[in-house]
């Protein structure tokens, strides 16, 4: 018997992009540019002896540097966001979206705890790539199983689909996922 697609716990190995656009802290942000528009994307990860020391986005360009009229051989080191952010490709999927609301930031790098090095990037695009498939296995599933034993379950964190509150204990209630005050 196949086990449904939502069932497995999605892994953020299983959607990070591994193409890293990388630059080291002393490179200008016109560079930094280039990179992003050789790679296709909107950030450029500042790593220094293989570690992830920063990161910056098209938006750090704009607001931290065009809109404050820095010169395009600016080094990305006094732009770059840092401390950053990361998760590890263990991470699953669900919690990391998670992670991404509540700092309000759509990229996350992906970090191999045990090396410490950077091996992907996942973003909020990576996320809804599968979410569709994702959730509508879901939902078929618990058509055909009501209630989907998530009574049972210990612990989900999320927000709450009535009050729109985070919680760490939602509760699946007559077909949606609440907190206990709106249970």
Same mark, same amino acid.
Not at 91 to 103: G, V
């Given at each position: 018997m196949k086990v449904p697609f939502f069932r497995k716990r999605l892994k953020v190995r299983d959607v990070m992009t591994t193409d890293l656009a990388k630059v080291t802290p002393n490179t200008t942000l016109q560079q930094a540019a280039k990179k992003m528009k050789e790679y296709r994307v909107g950030n450029v990860l500042v790593v220094e002896d293989g570690k992830l020391v920063g990161i910056v986005t098209e938006m750090d360009i704009v607001r931290k540097a065009v809109a404050k009229n820095k010169s395009p051989k600016t080094k990305v080191k006094e732009i770059m966001a840092n401390p950053v952010i990361? /998760?590890? $490709?263990?991470?699953?999927?669900?919690?990391?979206?998670?992670?991404?609301?509540?700092?309000?930031?759509?990229?996350l790098p992906v970090v191999n705890l045990e090396k410490k090095e950077?091996?992907?990037?996942?973003?909020?695009k990576d996320i809804l790539r599968v979410l569709p498939s994702?959730?509508?296995d879901k939902i078929e599933w618990l058509r /055909?199983? $009501?209630?989907?034993?998530?009574?049972?379950?210990?612990?989900?964190?999320?927000v709450c689909e009535v009050c729109g509150k985070f919680t760490n204990n939602l509760r699946f209630s007559k077909g949606l996922w609440v907190c206990e005050d709106c249970e």
């Open positions: 990361f /998760v590890s $490709p263990d991470d699953e999927i669900m919690h990391i979206s998670d992670k991404m609301l509540m700092n309000n930031i759509t990229r950077v091996v992907g990037i996942v973003t909020m994702f959730l509508l /055909v199983h $009501p209630g989907g034993g998530a009574k049972s379950s210990k612990r989900v964190k999320g």
